[in-house]
């Protein structure tokens, strides 16, 4: 059974953090079952084992974090050994049969330490070890003065020949004194578990001693940034510093719109959760007009711009953690009924922490909406390496001019689009958002 490692749960995943075990130590695990959860750069989820077994090793406690690629825990065959057990077994079947018993060393001998190198990686052999013999010449010895009786203990570099090499490279990653430790192992050899231990006290110790953080005047508080927020406050730079943004801004006639909800709901719809929304009408209408004018539907690589063949709509769900962006793949190959049941899905999962990595990558391009929060009118910034994101503001409604010049009670909403100039040009922008007007308006097109 293998060790499991901290998975790439999002394309720009380098590090996670361990929120929550699911599963304790000891406790059996069946393929699929969920074991723990974990915060990416993009979002909490739940993380399902990969193997069956016994979770027999945890190496990073609730809160910790490490690098993608890093030991998380170890599941073990039922009944079986776990990592430490295992570094055990593999070191007694090295080395070999135990030695037979001999009379002790006679005192005139002097053991030579060993080179260096092999003291790092070899144990001094059990006192009443058999020796190779040797010739006349090697048997002769020079005159060395003998240890007393009563000298003092083996120096620290000598301790170390204690442990196993696996414990040795662990302590020095972990910045554990090896020399410090007693040793669980055969004959008070240092163990992988014991490093673990160590290492698990050392790091529990400073937290409990550091004092609260200054905080200077007027702050009430210092709150850490999460793993998604660092990542979300990256991006975000990575976007407004090298791609050249501009913001082009309409405002439409809602009226149709809100007609044809209130014509659906008169209907029978179902209950809230069934309902088609406003926020539905505008997602099919941006995959549709991406449909029609496909040049917006393309990024910027480098020396070319990638124009893609399928719309993935990426949609802005706010979180209590900051904000993911999971995707419904070819969405134009969807009808207004099955992008309002996949958002909602999407956005109940999220908020649950029941996404799959999968389901944050490849959008093609990005809706967020803030009317339901009140906002007339914003300007998003791009998540790279889309080539545009919409901003969809409150439906309100304002005095207008109509057709007979008088004016009116109308139903406005303002839209933004926030564009890549390497990507899309002025006059490119404005035929995407005259194409997402024309179908805002005549929301019936939207259910061919």
């Given at each position: 059974?293998p060790?499991?490692h901290?998975p790439?749960?999002s394309?720009?995943?380098t ?7 699911k599963k304790?130590k000891?406790?059996e695990v069946?393929a699929g079952d969920?074991?723990?959860e974990i ?7 739940e993380w399902?084992s990969?193997e069956?077994?016994?979770l ?8 910790g ?9 170890f599941?073990g065959?039922?009944?079986g ?6 570094v055990?077994e ?15 060393k006679?005192?005139t001998e002097t053991?030579?330490?060993a ?5 790092e990686?070899?144990t001094a052999?059990?006192q009443?070890?058999p020796?190779?013999p040797?010739s006349?010449?090697a048997?002769?010895?020079p005159d060395?003065p ?10 620290s570099?000598e301790a170390r020949?204690?442990?196993?090499p696996?414990?040795r490279?662990?302590a020095?990653e972990?910045?554990?004194d090896?020399?410090?430790?007693k040793?669980t192992?055969?004959?008070g050899?240092i163990?992988?578990?014991?490093v ?5 006290s ?8 550091r004092a609260?953080e200054k905080i200077?005047?007027g ?7 999460s793993g998604?927020r660092k ?10 510093g090298?791609v ?9 006639n809602a ?7 209130a ?7 179902g209950?809230?959760t069934?309902k088609i929304?406003?926020n539905?009408f505008?997602?099919k209408?941006a995959v549709?007009a991406a449909?029609?004018?496909p040049?917006a539907?393309?990024s ?11 719309v993935n ?8 953690e900051g ?9 134009q ?9 996949a958002v909602?899905?999407?956005a ?6 029941r996404m799959k990595?999968?389901e944050?990558?490849?959008g ?5 909406n803030l009317g339901?929060?009140g906002i007339?009118h ?7 390496p889309q080539?545009?994101i919409l901003?969809i503001?409150a439906?309100t ?6 057709d007979c010049?008088s ?7 303002s839209?933004?689009m926030?564009c ?8 490119l ?8 007007r024309?179908?805002l308006e005549?929301?019936?097109l939207?259910?061919?």
């Amino acid at each position: 059974m293998p060790e499991i490692h901290m998975p790439k749960l999002s394309d720009t995943m380098t590090e996670g953090t361990v929120v929550a075990w699911k599963k304790k130590k000891g406790e059996e695990v069946a393929a699929g079952d969920v074991i723990a959860e974990i915060e990416t750069d993009k979002a909490t989820m739940e993380w399902e084992s990969p193997e069956e077994g016994v979770l027999t090793e945890i190496f990073v406690e609730e809160g910790g974090k490490v690098n993608v690629g890093d030991k998380l825990a170890f599941i073990g065959e039922k009944g079986g050994a776990g990592p430490a057990e295992e570094v055990k077994e593999e070191k007694s079947k090295d080395a070999g049969p135990p030695p037979k018993e001999t009379a002790p060393k006679p005192e005139t001998e002097t053991e030579m330490p060993a080179p260096a190198a092999e003291q790092e990686e070899e144990t001094a052999p059990p006192q009443g070890e058999p020796q190779t013999p040797k010739s006349a010449a090697a048997q002769k010895k020079p005159d060395v003065p003998q240890p007393k009786s009563d000298a003092p203990p083996r120096a620290s570099g000598e301790a170390r020949t204690k442990a196993s090499p696996l414990a040795r490279r662990l302590a020095a990653e972990q910045g554990v004194d090896i020399s410090s430790l007693k040793g669980t192992g055969p004959e008070g050899r240092i163990t992988e578990s014991d490093v673990r231990s160590a290492a698990k006290s050392k790091g529990s110790a400073p937290a409990q001693e550091r004092a609260p953080e200054k905080i200077s005047a007027g702050e009430g508080a210092r709150i850490h940034l999460s793993g998604m927020r660092k990542v979300i406050a990256e991006r975000l730079v990575a976007s407004k510093g090298p791609v050249p943004h501009f913001y082009l801004h309409i405002e439409i006639n809602a009226g149709p719109l809100m007609t044809a909800r209130a014509e659906l709901k008169s209907a029978g719809e179902g209950s809230d959760t069934a309902k088609i929304t406003v926020n539905d009408f505008v997602l099919k209408a941006a995959v549709q007009a991406a449909v029609k004018v496909p040049q917006a539907n393309a990024s910027f690589d480098e020396d070319a711009i990638v124009q893609y063949s399928d719309v993935n709509l990426a949609v802005a769900v706010a979180l209590e953690e900051g904000l993911v962006t999971p995707v419904i793949p070819a969405a134009q190959t969807k009808t207004l009924r099955e992008i309002s049941e996949a958002v909602k899905d999407l956005a109940h999962r999220a908020r649950n922490k029941r996404m799959k990595p999968e389901e944050f990558q490849g959008g093609t391009f990005t809706v967020s909406n803030l009317g339901s929060y009140g906002i007339d009118h914003f300007s998003a910034i791009i998540n790279p390496p889309q080539g545009f994101i919409l901003s969809i503001g409150a439906i309100t409604k304002k005095p207008v001019v109509d057709d007979c010049d008088s004016i009116a009670v109308g139903e406005r909403m303002s839209i933004g689009m926030s564009c890549d100039h390497r990507v899309i040009d002025g006059a490119l922008g404005a035929e995407y958002l005259k194409e997402l007007r024309h179908l805002l308006e005549n929301p019936s097109l939207l259910l061919i």
